[in-house]
Nanobody, 126 residues
Framework: EVDLVESGGGSVQAGGSLQLSCKID????????MAWFRQAAGEEREGVAG???????LYADSVKGRFAISRDNAKNTLYLRMNSLKPEDTATYFC????????????????????WGQGTQVNVSS
């Protein structure tokens, strides 16, 4: 069984920064596709950033230049560094993982992943 646990959410003013962490436990090769999604109240879940060792990094247009996805293999942890936060970034952020690299390939992150965390809330005030 693969478990993903997010942390690092909180409240911040517009223009501020936060770093989310996702600890992965279980039989999963971290070089495969891992991603961050978010879901705001009343809206559909959105793929924010993806990382795969073959296809590299992938970002939603709404966060390009502001967010950065990274990974520490020694700590089995995926990160999302969020800078220049805006009120529209307010959402529940989820970590996800898939053994299918192609879910991190192309113009956008595939919406269906095999493994999901429980989410961490980010609130950005104006």
């Amino acid at each position: 069984e693969v478990d993903l646990v997010e942390s690092g959410g909180g409240s911040v003013q517009a223009g501020g920064s936060l770093q989310l962490s996702c600890k992965i436990d279980g039989p999963f090769d971290l070089t495969y596709c891992m991603a961050w999604f978010r879901q705001a109240a009343g809206e559909e879940r959105e793929g924010v950033a993806g990382l795969d060792d073959v296809f590299g990094q992938l970002y939603a247009d709404s966060v390009k230049g502001r967010f950065a996805i990274s990974r520490d293999n020694a700590k089995n942890t995926l990160y999302l560094r969020m800078n220049s936060l805006k009120p529209e970034d307010t959402a529940t952020y989820f970590c996800a993982a898939s053994p299918n690299r192609y879910k991190c390939y192309g113009g956008s992150i595939h919406p269906e992943f095999e493994y999901w965390g429980q989410g961490t809330q980010v609130n950005v005030s104006s």
